[in-house]
């Protein structure tokens, strides 16, 4: 599987990614085990978990994904062959159970980093990222931007100097972004200029062809900066699969089991859904395929974070990195992006 280089760093990932947040939820110790080895056999040696999976996110289910992949490793003994990222998490969101409330302050940088490398049984990780940002910001689809009160927000200077001793201990490697904005980008990318602090290598957002609202803004700062795109939800929770047209309810999708999850349902979104659906058909293409490709083929993009929850699923998103989508597909996919832009933010 192709190689490509995180940011700046000497580390390179395969561009395809092992999303985990399933695992401890819909999938048990033995299934993930399952997914991992048969992802790495495919030619990923990227892993993206995260302290607060799976999601949905619950107290006592709470670091299961990190166990999981931990066990794994365990019993596996191939850790330098991988790029391992987890993310610690950002103020609110319902977090309570996590450190009480989980924040970016130094102490919460380092006490979130033990944890996790204690729960993943490794002594370091390849990639740290900050799960959403600790001040007040539109980020997991919400749409403008009104002021807020940041007084209690933790100083990015802060949340980077904790970073920086953390990767002067050999603990991490190299610090990421996620559901972050282009200030927040910049602003982090500024600091580590001026104070010598850790440069940001990547940022993980959602991108998908329900989603291309990176392409504003942070494209260019991927392209200029080096920061690339770590592409989550690239199958905009399995809807691009066409699985959920016509009032579908698979009845182990995420979407029939989680109703919360209603980011990618509205009606527009069926529209642009059914459109793409019937291109890839009018092709001879797999709907998740082409979605996939799509994504992957994007110059931005570092690496296409994939998550299954069988391993059918799996094997057919494993697939879509042999696809190479044709001029006539993606002009027939800008064609519907042209008519119904972003419709899920």
């Given at each position: 599987?192709?190689?490509?280089?995180?940011?700046?760093?000497?580390?390179?990932?395969?561009?395809?990614?092992?999303?985990?947040?399933?695992?401890?939820?819909?999938?048990?110790?033995?299934?993930?085990?399952?997914?991992?080895?048969?992802?790495?056999?495919?030619?990923?040696?990227?892993?993206?978990?995260?302290?607060?999976?799976?999601?949905?996110?619950?107290?006592?289910?709470?670091?299961?994904?990190?166990?999981?992949?931990?066990?794994?490793?365990?019993?596996?003994?191939?850790?330098?062959?991988?790029?391992?990222?987890?993310?610690?998490?950002?103020?609110?969101?319902?977090?309570?159970?996590?450190?009480?409330?989980?924040?970016h302050t130094r102490e919460q940088i380092h006490q979130a980093l033990d944890a996790s490398l204690a729960r993943l049984q490794t002594d370091y990780?390849?990639?740290?990222?900050?799960?959403?940002?600790?001040?007040?910001?539109?980020?997991?689809?919400?749409?403008?931007?009104?002021?807020?009160?940041?007084?209690?927000?933790?100083?990015?200077?802060?949340?980077?100097?904790?970073?920086?001793?953390?990767?002067?201990?050999?603990?991490?490697?190299?610090?990421?972004?996620?559901?972050?904005?282009?200030?927040?980008?910049?602003?982090?990318?500024?600091?580590?200029?001026?104070?010598?602090?850790?440069?940001?290598?990547?940022?993980?957002?959602?991108?998908?062809?329900?989603?291309?609202?990176?392409?504003?803004?942070?494209?260019?700062?991927?392209?200029?900066?080096?920061?690339?795109?770590?592409?989550?939800?690239?199958?905009?929770?399995?809807?691009?699969?066409?699985?959920?047209?016509?009032?579908?309810?698979?009845?182990?999708?995420?979407?029939?089991?989680?109703?919360?999850?209603?980011?990618?349902?509205?009606?527009?979104?069926?529209?642009?859904?059914?459109?793409?659906?019937?291109?890839?058909?009018?092709?001879?293409?797999?709907?998740?395929?082409?979605?996939?490709?799509?994504?992957?083929?994007?110059?931005?993009?570092?690496?296409?974070?994939?998550g299954a929850t069988t391993l059918e699923q799996l094997e057919a998103n494993l697939e879509s990195d042999s696809l190479e989508l044709s001029n006539e597909v993606i002009e027939a996919i800008e064609s519907v992006h042209r008519r119904i832009s972003?419709?899920?933010?």
């Open positions: 599987m192709q190689q490509r280089p995180l940011g700046h760093t000497d580390i390179q990932v395969s561009r395809l990614c092992l999303g985990t947040m399933t695992f401890g939820e819909q999938n048990s110790e033995a299934e993930a085990h399952q997914q991992l080895d048969r992802a790495t056999a495919a030619g990923i040696d990227f892993i993206d978990t995260a302290e607060m999976y799976p999601v949905p996110p619950k107290a006592e289910t709470q670091g299961l994904t990190e166990r999981y992949i931990g066990s794994w490793l365990a019993k596996r003994g191939r850790r330098d062959d991988l790029v391992i990222a987890s993310k610690a998490a950002g103020a609110g969101r319902g977090m309570e159970h996590l450190r009480g409330g989980p924040r990780l390849d990639l740290y990222q900050l799960h959403w940002p600790d001040r007040h910001v539109n980020c997991f689809g919400s749409l403008g931007y009104l002021p807020g009160d940041d007084s209690n927000a933790t100083p990015l200077e802060e949340t980077l100097s904790a970073l920086k001793e953390a990767v002067d201990a050999g603990k991490i490697r190299a610090i990421g972004l996620s559901n972050d904005t282009p200030w927040g980008v910049m602003r982090c990318l500024q600091l580590a200029d001026q104070h010598g602090l850790p440069r940001v290598a990547s940022v993980q957002n959602p991108y998908s062809l329900l989603n291309r609202s990176f392409e504003v803004g942070l494209s260019e700062i991927a392209h200029r900066e080096g920061v690339g795109l770590l592409a989550y939800s690239p199958l905009a929770f399995g809807v691009l699969s066409g699985k959920y047209l016509d009032g579908q309810k698979p009845p182990k999708g995420r979407l029939t089991l989680f109703e919360r999850f209603s980011r990618y349902t509205s009606e527009v979104a069926q529209q642009a859904t059914r459109e793409y659906v019937n291109i890839s058909r009018d092709h001879g293409l797999d709907p998740s395929q082409m979605a996939l490709a799509y994504v992957t083929s994007r110059p931005f993009v570092t690496s296409n974070i994939i972003n419709p899920c933010p």
